[in-house]
């Protein structure tokens, strides 16, 4: 099984920046994907942003293009989602998820773990 455990969410003020932190721990496999995902209050769970496990290939949604970079560090086991210029509708709980084919397909389905979420709160 893998854990996948979230940090770093806060609260921060509009055009502000923060940057998540996800771990995965226990049996990692060798090659796995992960991606960021985010639930608004009210609102059904959204794709974010998705690396590969080789890094050739990223994903993003268009609302945060430009703004929020997905990167990991293999050796660490740790993925990122740097948020720059933030928005009061970037305000959500993101998780992290991985994935065991290497793809950045922007589905809740293709993976197959979760990690418990972290608040991103922005004041306006």
């Known amino acids: 099984q893998v854990q996948l455990v979230e940090s770093g969410g806060g609260l921060v003020q509009a055009g502000g920046s923060l940057r998540l932190s996800c771990a995965a721990s226990?049996?990692?496999?060798?090659?796995?994907?992960m991606g960021w995902f985010h639930q608004a209050p009210g609102k059904v769970r959204g794709f974010v942003a998705a690396?590969?496990?080789?890094?050739?290939?990223?994903n993003y949604a268009d609302s945060v293009k430009d703004r929020f970079t997905i990167s990991r560090d293999n050796a660490k086991n740790t993925v990122y989602l740097q948020m720059n210029s933030l928005t009061p509708e970037d305000k959500a709980v993101y998780y992290c998820?991985?994935?065991?084919?290497?793809?950045?397909?922007?589905?809740?389905?293709?993976?197959?773990?979760w990690g418990q979420g972290t608040q991103v709160t922005v004041s306006s």
């Open positions: 690396r590969s496990w080789s890094g050739s290939t990223t």
């Open positions: 226990g049996r990692t496999p060798s090659r796995y994907s």
């Open positions: 998820a991985a994935c065991l084919i290497d793809t950045t397909r922007p589905m809740e389905n293709v993976y197959q773990y």
